[in-house]
């Protein structure tokens, strides 16, 4: 497929709304993703550096997601943006809040990735997998290991041949392909001309695009797009697939935790004008970091050293739960470092975070 058509496919999806993907498929077309939001099901884990959200041999980092315990692995709905860094400028306004500079130079060695180097989804809620009540397109696109090679009844919009940019590309199979939109998910339909009892739709006609249908058929997955093998077809009532009502007494959210910083834990040769950012993993109460927040040097000083604490100046940035520390001069060369987060501070609804601390060392 040209470059041009995935363009035009990935500006017809800017006017759709959010998109049910896979972390395969994220991997796959990252142009097609780029900037989007999406909904995932997914597999979340962490190191001791970052949080991944994984599919077999496939990752992608992931950022305000808080991680799981080391070594565990949970089974997420995640929403979020997805991000192919290396298609932004480093002083680009949708991530220069983010610590992109000190991922790029842990994981790739140098301050800012390439095209497709580094992936991420940039989340804005994530909740515990479901059981879904009914098998529907939705269900199908976010989890389609589960429903491979078998057959389905799914309702959804008819959407002509991908005229509105629903799915990365087509298929080829046959020029009776056609997809079949519901919600926040599409799938190809193919193996079957779309008409019936009844009805005869248009592939390249947008009227047509008013009628739903109901299709039974087998599911399958090529180059990581869900496709139905269709093997009846019949219209079907308008429908709606509102989200998952949440239940009416939600258990409480845990405790806020920090899940990155920059520096790291024990960096070294950092530079001393550096700015310090702590993410958290909860939304917080800017106000709670008054007077809560200590920086101060480690060990004996150098003959020719200050003895006075560093004086800094703190900044929330809500968007995306970064406290940004600011020094006022620059750190003492080849200094320990440590910045306090003390009792006190706490997230948005008032749960505590615990105290909490980091050290690095300055370079010269």
Not at 172 to 180: A, I, Q, T
Request: contains cysteine; proline residues 9%.
């Amino acid at each position: 497929m040209c470059a041009a058509v995935v363009l035009a496919a990935a500006s017809a999806a800017a006017q759709t709304g959010r998109r049910a993907a896979t972390v395969r498929g994220l991997a796959e077309y990252p142009l097609y993703f780029h900037r989007e939001e999406v909904v995932l099901v997914v597999d979340v884990t962490s190191d001791d550096f970052l949080t991944w959200l994984v599919d077999g041999g496939v990752r992608v980092l992931a950022l305000d997601v808080p991680p799981p315990a080391a070594g565990a692995v949970e089974r997420l709905e995640v929403t979020g943006t997805f991000y192919d860094l290396g298609r932004l400028r480093d002083d680009d306004p949708r991530v220069r809040d983010l610590p992109v500079a000190r991922i790029s130079d842990r994981l790739l060695g140098k301050p800012w990735p390439g095209v497709g180097e580094l992936p991420v989804v940039v989340a804005t809620s994530t909740r515990p997998r479901r059981d879904p009540s009914a098998t529907t397109v939705r269900s199908v696109v976010l989890e389609p290991e589960r429903y491979a090679d078998r057959g389905v009844t799914l309702t959804g919009r008819f959407r002509g041949r991908n005229l509105y940019g629903d799915m990365p590309e087509a298929p080829g199979e046959s020029r009776w392909d056609f997809v079949l939109r519901s919600a926040d998910a599409a799938v190809w339909v193919v193996g079957k001309e779309p008409r019936g009892d009844g009805f005869e739709l248009d592939l390249l006609r947008r009227a047509d695009t008013g009628r739903w249908l109901e299709v039974t058929g087998q599911v399958r997955v090529e180059d990581e797009m869900v496709l139905v093998e269709a093997g009846a077809l019949r219209l079907a009532e308008p429908a709606a697939e509102p989200e998952p009502i949440p239940d009416a007494a939600p258990a409480p959210l845990p405790p806020p935790v920090v899940i990155f910083s920059a520096p790291l834990a024990d960096d070294i040769d950092v530079p001393p004008d550096t700015t310090v950012r702590v993410q958290f993993s909860r939304d917080m109460d800017p106000d709670s970091f008054e007077g809560n927040v200590r920086v101060r040097y480690l060990g004996a000083p150098a003959a020719d050293a200050g003895t006075g604490e560093p004086a800094f100046d703190t900044a929330y940035r809500g968007r995306n739960r970064v406290l940004e520390i600011r020094l006022d001069f620059e750190l003492e060369a080849f200094r320990s470092v440590q910045v306090d987060l003390l009792e006190g501070i706490s997230a948005s609804d008032g749960e505590p975070l615990a105290p909490w601390s980091l050290s690095f060392f300055t370079g010269g």
